[in-house]
Protein backbone atom coordinates (compact mmCIF):
# COMPACT_ATOMS: atom_id res chain seq x y z
CA UNK A 1 0.00 0.00 0.00
CA UNK A 2 1.11 3.45 -0.94
CA UNK A 3 -0.36 6.47 0.99
CA UNK A 4 0.16 9.72 -0.72
CA UNK A 5 -1.02 13.36 0.41
CA UNK A 6 -0.65 16.08 -0.99
CA UNK A 7 -0.11 19.78 -0.08
CA UNK A 8 -0.03 23.52 -0.99
CA UNK A 9 -3.22 24.47 -2.92
CA UNK A 10 -4.53 27.68 -2.85
CA UNK A 11 -6.29 30.59 -3.90
CA UNK A 12 -3.99 32.27 -6.00
CA UNK A 13 -4.75 35.41 -9.26
CA UNK A 14 -4.51 34.87 -12.56
CA UNK A 15 -1.15 34.88 -13.56
CA UNK A 16 0.34 33.89 -10.32
CA UNK A 17 2.36 30.44 -9.37
CA UNK A 18 1.82 27.97 -7.06
CA UNK A 19 3.89 24.87 -6.23
CA UNK A 20 1.98 21.85 -5.06
CA UNK A 21 4.29 18.44 -3.15
CA UNK A 22 3.32 15.38 -2.50
CA UNK A 23 4.89 13.28 0.21
CA UNK A 24 4.37 9.45 -0.50
CA UNK A 25 4.64 6.53 2.18
CA UNK A 26 4.42 2.91 2.53
CA UNK A 27 6.78 1.62 -0.62
CA UNK A 28 9.62 1.88 -2.36
CA UNK A 29 9.26 5.27 -3.98
CA UNK A 30 11.16 4.25 -7.12
CA UNK A 31 9.37 1.66 -7.70
CA UNK A 32 6.57 4.15 -9.45
CA UNK A 33 5.91 6.70 -11.85
CA UNK A 34 3.97 9.65 -10.65
CA UNK A 35 1.54 11.87 -12.08
CA UNK A 36 -0.70 14.76 -11.46
CA UNK A 37 -4.46 15.14 -12.41
CA UNK A 38 -6.92 17.70 -12.16
CA UNK A 39 -10.71 17.40 -11.85
CA UNK A 40 -12.75 20.65 -11.88
CA UNK A 41 -16.49 20.62 -11.35
CA UNK A 42 -18.75 18.47 -13.53
CA UNK A 43 -15.79 17.88 -15.36
CA UNK A 44 -13.86 14.13 -15.94
CA UNK A 45 -10.51 13.80 -13.79
CA UNK A 46 -7.71 15.11 -16.39
CA UNK A 47 -4.45 14.06 -16.63
CA UNK A 48 -1.72 17.09 -15.87
CA UNK A 49 1.90 15.57 -16.10
CA UNK A 50 3.67 12.94 -15.09
CA UNK A 51 7.78 11.72 -14.04
CA UNK A 52 9.30 8.62 -14.83
CA UNK A 53 10.30 5.96 -11.59
CA UNK A 54 14.12 7.82 -11.84
CA UNK A 55 12.98 11.55 -12.75
CA UNK A 56 14.40 11.25 -16.18
CA UNK A 57 11.33 11.08 -18.66
CA UNK A 58 8.50 13.93 -18.38
CA UNK A 59 4.95 14.79 -19.63
CA UNK A 60 2.50 17.06 -20.08
CA UNK A 61 -0.60 17.57 -21.51
CA UNK A 62 -0.79 20.92 -24.09
CA UNK A 63 -2.66 22.71 -21.64
CA UNK A 64 0.31 22.85 -19.56
CA UNK A 65 2.88 22.56 -21.06
CA UNK A 66 5.43 25.98 -21.08
CA UNK A 67 3.91 26.22 -17.35
CA UNK A 68 3.85 23.83 -15.28
CA UNK A 69 6.79 21.86 -14.26
CA UNK A 70 6.67 18.55 -12.59
CA UNK A 71 9.88 17.10 -10.01
CA UNK A 72 10.87 14.20 -7.82
CA UNK A 73 12.93 13.77 -5.02
CA UNK A 74 13.58 10.43 -4.56
CA UNK A 75 15.82 10.74 -1.34
CA UNK A 76 12.66 12.40 0.32
CA UNK A 77 9.91 10.37 -1.50
CA UNK A 78 8.16 13.38 -2.74
CA UNK A 79 6.65 14.56 -6.01
CA UNK A 80 6.16 18.27 -6.91
CA UNK A 81 4.14 21.00 -8.97
CA UNK A 82 5.53 23.67 -9.95
CA UNK A 83 2.71 25.72 -11.43
CA UNK A 84 3.68 29.23 -13.31
CA UNK A 85 1.36 31.82 -15.20
CA UNK A 86 -1.88 30.48 -13.82
CA UNK A 87 -4.98 30.90 -15.55
CA UNK A 88 -8.83 30.88 -13.63
CA UNK A 89 -9.27 27.18 -16.24
CA UNK A 90 -6.78 25.81 -14.10
CA UNK A 91 -9.33 25.47 -11.17
CA UNK A 92 -9.72 21.97 -9.60
CA UNK A 93 -8.85 19.89 -7.14
CA UNK A 94 -5.58 18.49 -8.05
CA UNK A 95 -4.46 14.61 -7.16
CA UNK A 96 -1.36 12.64 -7.00
CA UNK A 97 -0.98 9.83 -8.06
CA UNK A 98 1.30 6.27 -7.96
CA UNK A 99 1.70 3.83 -11.04
CA UNK A 100 3.72 0.60 -11.41
CA UNK A 101 3.68 1.11 -15.21
CA UNK A 102 7.07 3.14 -16.06
CA UNK A 103 5.65 5.06 -18.84
CA UNK A 104 2.79 7.70 -18.82
CA UNK A 105 0.71 7.65 -15.73
CA UNK A 106 -3.07 7.58 -16.69
CA UNK A 107 -5.76 7.08 -14.85
CA UNK A 108 -6.37 3.61 -16.17
CA UNK A 109 -2.72 2.43 -14.81
CA UNK A 110 -2.71 4.45 -11.89
CA UNK A 111 -2.59 2.13 -8.72
CA UNK A 112 -2.77 5.12 -5.76
CA UNK A 113 -4.50 8.10 -5.44
CA UNK A 114 -4.15 10.88 -2.91
CA UNK A 115 -6.79 13.10 -1.54
CA UNK A 116 -6.49 15.95 -3.92
CA UNK A 117 -5.76 19.94 -2.54
CA UNK A 118 -8.24 22.35 -4.20
CA UNK A 119 -6.63 25.38 -6.67
CA UNK A 120 -8.35 28.73 -7.38
CA UNK A 121 -6.84 30.77 -9.56
CA UNK A 122 -9.16 34.15 -9.58
CA UNK A 123 -9.74 36.39 -12.63
Known amino acids: QVQLVESGGGLVQAGGSLRLSCAASGRTFTNYAMGWFRQAPGKEREFVTS????????YYADSVKGRFTISRDNAKNTVDLRMNSLKPEDTAVYYCAASTWNGVVTKENTDYWGQGTQVTVSS
Open 51 to 58: ISRSGGMT
